[in-house]
């Protein structure tokens, strides 16, 4: 592909500067809005125990996730400050509204331009730059759109594959997520991490051989994710943030002060297992 042609072998000075300079200060305030945020908008924010999502720490990892909606990145940085509050965390956005939101850039955003070449560019150098950070953490939606989570085959765009490729070491996280409806009036936001990738050292991949590769895991993450959902069961899952529950108002009135009345305790949820 013309970017091997184009991107030197090994980040330059001019790579590294473009690196975002992450606020510390900035990052807990705004994590503490998200997780305001999250609780207001969804009855639980969870993660599945049945997968191991700790990689080498000694890596730089990509943390690649599908795309269904606009919560996504917010869902992330839960994610990230619950069970990576040690890592430096970077992900690209849109140039255009990084330039609206200035600040973003104090959180780890940096900007691309989609669906261009410049905009590949800025992600094979600002990516490989970061990963040359032990600590660092890159979190992408290689779909590079809105997608349904049950859209098959999962297709990426060749932006990651690309970078994998010019990575010499690092560990690769594949998380599929959705938002489904279960017994609550606010939805679930769910997240199952896939078979961790570790690359460490020269590969005879292909980008577009990476490529396939990482489509395949998030795939296949995406499929236990949609079982999980289907069978409604909490106890697979670890929950990071606990939201609203019950119908509120005139209604859950009522049901709590019949609870009174009869000595029990009011329980707004209205499945029959633990919220």
Known sequence: MIL?????????????ASV??????????????????????FHAVRISRGANARPPSDLPTIVFINHPSWWDPLFCIVIAMKLFPDRKHFAPMDAAALKRYKFFGRLGFFGVQPETMSGARALLRTGRAILSQSNAMLWITPQGRFADPRLRPVRFRPGLGHLVHRTPRCALMPIAIEYPFWEERFPEALARWGEVVIKDGESVKTPEQWTGLLERR?????????DNCMQRNREVFETLLQGRAGVGGIYDFWRSLGA??????????HGESNP
């Open 218 to 226: 998030l795939e296949s993450a995406q499929k236990m994710l949609a």
């Open 4 to 16: 091997d042609d184009i991107i030197p072998k090994t980040a330059t000075e001019e790579d590294i």
């Open 260 to 269: 009174r009345l009869r000595g029990r305790p009011f329980r707004a949820e």
């Open 20 to 41: 975002p300079r992450v606020s510390k200060w900035l990052v807990r305030l705004f994590s503490r809005y998200v997780f305001r945020y999250m609780r207001r908008s």
